[in-house]
């Protein structure tokens, strides 16, 4: 190679890896905003779908988002998905419920154990899951209701800001291109 020859080499910056909750929540987020979602739409569907993933019944959340989010014309999109993230958090959240519920009524759900009640379901009869829990579940969606506005009040003011941010800055990135 000629040594007085030179070689102009420009070099891109490595694009940056993005990880699961930039691909499967901020970038569909973003998308939505580029849609014409406002940032209140979108903090108001998450808030009401963490309600939603959280119902202490098992099965009943899909189509409880579903309902929530056509009689509120919510964008079904995040809810889903938010319900769908949630779901691991609904399993942990259903013994609270349960023994809150039964503390408000001044009731004992000792007795009650998720894992007891998925195998329950998995090998009994409907009838024997419904008598072995179904004051359990009683307890869980009392507590579930009376807790409903606090559990949307803290989700929309934690994810408000967020979203905003969020909406500010994919404003300023669309009028610097």
């Known amino acids: 190679m000629n040594e007085s020859a030179t070689i102009a080499m420009t070099a891109s910056a490595p694009e940056k890896k993005r990880g ?3 691909r499967r929540l901020l970038d569909p987020l973003l998308g939505f905003l580029a849609q014409g979602v406002t940032p209140s739409q979108l903090s ?4 009401l779908a963490v309600l939603c993933g959280l119902f202490p019944f098992l099965g009943a959340t899909t189509l409880l988002t579903l309902g929530m989010g056509l ?3 919510l964008n079904q999109s995040v809810m889903q998905t938010i319900n769908y993230l949630l779901s691991g958090v609904q399993l942990l959240m259903i013994p609270v419920y349960v023994q809150l519920g039964a503390m408000i009524l001044g009731a ?4 009650f154990s998720v894992g007891l009640m998925l195998e329950t379901l998995r090998e009994g009869s409907f009838m024997d899951f419904l008598r072995q829990f179904g004051m359990a579940g009683w307890y869980g969606f009392l507590a579930w209701l009376i807790t409903a506005p606090l559990v949307v009040a803290v989700a929309f003011i934690t994810v408000s800001p ?3 941010r969020l909406a500010a800055k994919w404003a ?3 009028a610097e291109s």
């Open 44 to 47: 108001r569907a998450i808030s």
């Open 172 to 174: 300023k990135q669309g």
């Open 108 to 111: 004992s759900a000792d007795d």
């Open 71 to 73: 009689a509120l014309r």
């Open 20 to 22: 699961f909750w930039q």
């Open 162 to 164: 967020l979203i905003n």
